[in-house]
């Protein structure tokens, strides 16, 4: 555990059944104009109604920027912070998943200067924040509205890398739960497991501390005995409003440790062959936590004392462990995510390529608590393919 450690937070953050009405509070005195940073998809879906009206009533200008693709490359980025920029627009409000607020994040930092997205990848502290951020994630969730990352695709390397900046720390969140509530289940499942690996990784972290196992303890919690229903019952406002909630919490965690093999090994298959980021979780979340479980059992005990209500806290550690494991299982299975990447037509061949790619991402493999040499990645790879 980590002995000097520190926590960075978006300074303003509204939750709960009402909260998109708070809007009204958080916009400055004295905007000209305010960039709506969204999706096709969140148009369609009628997600914008309420801020728009917020903003109309206000008599505040604003511009939509809705061609914002899931999980941009950083040209893709590029582009957009392009179209922001033209706009002389003073304010952000990104409305969406994870690759939306990525973006959102990117353009408050890349308004001023010469420096672009390219730029960041080998040094993410260039670019200071220029524009405040007002982030509403529609999933529960990648937790990026409370991270100082930004994750874009580099497809010459065929791979995905992490922008870390603090400066990209969002100036508001708002969590409210009826954004959730016509999510379509594969997306709100693979985003929902992304959260609970959030949780998990922090929690068994190299890099965890009293400040990110304090977050990633009550995130598990939420997520750990929400994410079923909320990703199958569009009605339960509750579960929903949990799972945000158990998000940005895992969100918060990340800031202050650090995911670990899970990611750190899903980053090509989101590079090179664009499986979603939630879903290429899912799909290691078993064979790295097995492979993990023999160093981290107590951690996985701790988690079950904290997460399972049912009294059954006589039970060892072994076997705690083991109900956790099986309990990721099952959370997968219910959820009908896919556990395999020949769903994906994935070539045995391409195993190499996987193994070295995945050695690449040192950034997440250093929090990985059991080292995580090429022949262990290579046998991770071997079980899912």
Do not use: W
């Not at 100036?171 to 999510?183: A, E, F, Q, T």
């Amino acid at each position: 555990m980590l002995t000097d450690y520190s926590l960075k937070m978006p300074k303003n953050i509204y939750a709960g059944s009402h909260a998109l009405e708070q809007i009204a509070t958080i916009l400055p005195a004295g905007l000209k104009k305010v960039a709506i940073f969204t999706d096709k998809g969140i148009l369609q879906a009628n997600l914008l109604t309420i801020p728009q009206a917020v903003l109309e009533e206000a008599g505040l200008t604003y511009e939509i920027f809705a061609d914002i693709p899931a999980e941009p490359d950083y040209h893709q980025a590029q582009a957009i912070v392009d179209q922001f920029k033209a706009a002389d627009a003073d304010f952000i409000m990104a409305i969406g998943g994870g690759s939306v607020m990525d973006v959102a994040k990117l353009a408050s930092i890349l308004t001023a200067g010469d420096y672009q997205v390219k730029d960041l990848l080998d040094n993410p502290l260039l670019a200071k924040k220029q524009v405040p951020v007002l982030m509403i994630p529609t999933t529960a969730g990648t937790g990026s509205e409370a991270t100082p990352n930004s994750i874009v695709g580099v497809p010459e390397q065929e791979l995905k890398i992490g922008i870390v900046n603090p400066e990209m720390i969002a100036d508001y969140v708002i969590l409210d739960g009826r954004l959730l509530k016509n999510l379509p289940q594969p997306i709100a499942a693979a985003t929902g497991v992304d959260a609970l690996c959030h949780a998990i990784e922090c929690f068994t972290s190299t890099k965890r501390n009293p400040f990110s196992n304090t977050f990633a303890l009550e995130a598990f919690d939420l997520i750990f005995n929400n994410i079923t229903e909320a990703c199958t019952n569009p009605e339960a406002l509750a579960a929903k409003n949990k799972m945000l909630l158990g998000s940005f919490y895992a969100g918060v965690a990340i800031t202050a440790s650090g995911t670990t093999g899970i990611h750190a090994l899903s980053y090509p298959l989101g590079g090179k062959y664009h499986i979603a980021h939630g879903v290429s979780n899912a799909i290691l979340l078993m064979p790295v936590m097995r492979f993990n479980e023999p160093v981290i059992k107590d951690y996985f005990a701790q988690a079950y004392d904290r997460a399972v209500h049912d009294g059954r806290q006589h039970l060892s550690v072994d076997e705690k462990s083991q109900y956790i494991l099986t309990q990721f299982e099952h959370i997968v299975t219910k959820l009908d995510i896919p556990t395999s990447l020949k769903t994906f037509n994935v070539p045995e061949t391409d195993l190499e390529d996987l193994v070295a790619a995945g050695m690449q991402v040192k950034r997440l493999l250093v929090n990985n608590m059991r080292e995580i040499k090429s022949e262990d990645a290579r046998a991770i790879y071997k079980q899912v393919l």
